[in-house]
């Protein structure tokens, strides 16, 4: 049974910063693409960046420059560095395995910017 375990989310101030991470337990990540999506409250579920397995990255336009992505596929776990936060980053941040047939998502970690 693969699981993805979030950690790392909390209250940040604007212009501050959080790490988030993600473990598969249960899984070696290697061969497949990681996301981090989030959800901010009232709105979709969106993409935040996508790490492939051949090292290519996907960032939304949003946070690019701000939020940094990486991964150990030893540890199968995938990292998320988020700087210059934003009041409109609050959300709940789910890390999500792009396997076949539907992948798995982990349970999400909430992220709250506010002063």
């Known amino acids: 049974q693969v699981r993805l375990v979030e950690s790392g989310g909390g209250l940040a101030q604007p212009g501050g910063s959080l790490n988030l991470s993600c473990t598969a337990s249960?899984?070696?990540?290697?061969?497949?693409?990681m996301g981090w999506y989030r959800q901010p409250p009232g709105k979709e579920r969106e993409l935040v960046v996508l790490?492939?397995?051949?090292?290519?990255?996907n960032y939304a336009d949003s946070v690019k420059g701000r939020f940094t992505i990486s991964r150990d596929n030893i540890k199968s776990t995938v990292y998320m560095q988020m700087g210059n936060l934003r009041p409109d980053d609050t959300a709940v941040y789910y890390c999500?395995?792009?396997?076949?047939?539907?992948?798995?998502w982990g349970q999400g970690t909430r992220v709250t910017v506010s002063s």
């Open positions: 999500h395995e792009r396997s076949v047939p539907n992948g798995y």
């Open positions: 249960g899984d070696d990540i290697t061969p497949y693409a």
């Open positions: 790490s492939w397995p051949a090292g290519s990255i």
